[in-house]
């Protein structure tokens, strides 16, 4: 569907909404600092070009202006308690924001947002830039030390977005999907193609993707640069 053509549409809500600073944590292997633990926001938070007013974040690339909003959704949450044995709640691996579907059977996750879509949030407009990439801090949050290839494997890696106008969101709001300049290149289909089934048409689809972060179009180039240097010397070897 063009563009022009789109019809805005409300996909879920807003279940959670945390921001905070570092605070020293302590777990089986010491003391340790990080703000993945954030505190709940009550009320309306105030959403700048860099994230939510008083979020700071310990790792430098959360605060690139692509990375400024971290959002996970509810459905993780009971996914991993599940499977794998969990107790965790909502903000248990350090998002801002935590989605939920319209309804409490509703699913708003990685596999119906795709990138660069526009959500509409109370008065923010947020654009999704990509997916989170987990990482050791998570895994030690959750005392998973397979954390990062669990999460890959089960594509729940939650997602960033860039603030494309700033203003205030609370818990409670829907999530409207005002824009969606790339139907079907779903945050699920990146992390799939990259991690696990790479797919060279998807990944050029990928590279030309509106809002995809700079960083993340160059791996998708570098992969398939090494795709090419690979069927070419298949090619070499079975002639």
């Known amino acids: 569907m063009a563009a022009a053509e789109f019809a805005p549409q409300t996909i879920g809500r807003v279940v959670g909404v945390f921001a905070g600073g570092p605070k020293t944590l302590r777990d ?140 205030s969101l609370q818990s409670g709001d829907a999530l409207l999907l005002a824009a969606r300049p790339n139907p079907g290149l779903t945050v699920q289909n990146l992390v799939l193609c990259y991690s696990t089934t790479f797919d060279a048409e998807l990944a050029k689809r990928m590279i030309d993707a509106e809002g995809l972060i700079l960083w993340w179009a160059e791996r998708f180039e570098r992969r398939l640069r090494e795709e090419t240097a690979r069927q070419a010397r298949e090619e070499m070897e079975n002639r």
């Open 28 to 167: 089986a292997q010491g003391e340790w600092r990080s703000s993945i633990a954030r505190d709940v926001v009550q009320g309306p938070a105030r959403v700048e070009t860099r994230g939510l007013l008083g979020d700071q974040a310990t790792q430098p690339y959360r605060g690139d202006l692509d990375k400024a909003v971290c959002l996970h959704s509810a459905s993780h949450y009971a996914f991993w308690n599940e499977h794998l044995g969990l107790s965790l709640m909502p903000g248990g691996v350090g998002e801002n924001l935590t989605m939920g579907g319209v309804d409490d059977q509703g699913v708003c996750d990685e596999s119906v947002v795709c990138v660069g879509d526009i959500f509409q949030i109370g008065s923010v407009t947020l654009q999704i830039s990509g997916p989170r990439t987990p990482c050791e801090t998570q895994a030690r949050r959750v005392g998973r030390a397979d954390w990062v290839d669990l999460t890959l494997r089960s594509l729940r890696t939650g997602m960033y977005a860039r603030v494309r106008a700033p203003g």
